[in-house]
């Protein structure tokens, strides 16, 4: 059975720090990109990061850059998101995807992924 699983998320103060996991099972990991995505109550699913599970190479959006870092165990079958200097603009739901034999050359966006986890809330207020 497929899964991907996120946690981690929370309330923090304009700023702060949250890292984000997401452990996937199912696929053998080396095969996998794995993404993270967020949305915002009336915006569309916009693409934060992603990683290859074979190279580790990454890939970031915009408003990640700088400020955010994505990182993997490949043991544990798990994605980080590393998320410094936190905004308001952030708080979003955060969903962790993966995408069978996919590229982080691919556009960061939803369509390329075929599994998503939950969501966990992050919420970025004083």
């Known amino acids: 059975e497929v899964q991907v699983v996120e946690s981690g998320g929370g309330l923090v103060q304009p700023g702060g720090a949250l890292r984000l996991s997401c452990t996937v099972s199912?696929?053998?990991?080396?095969?996998?990109?794995i993404g993270w995505f967020r949305q915002a109550p009336g915006k569309e699913r916009e693409g934060v990061s992603c990683i290859a599970g074979s190279d580790g190479g990454t890939k970031y959006a915009d408003s990640a850059k700088g400020r955010f870092t994505i990182s993997s165990d490949n043991a544990k079958n798990t994605v980080y998101l590393e998320m410094n200097s936190l905004k308001p603009d952030d708080t979003a739901v955060y969903y962790c995807a993966a995408s069978l034999y996919g590229s982080i050359n691919y556009p960061l966006a939803p369509i390329h992924y075929d599994h998503w986890g939950q969501g966990t809330q992050v919420t970025v207020s004083s």
């Open positions: 199912g696929f053998t990991f080396h095969d996998l990109v």
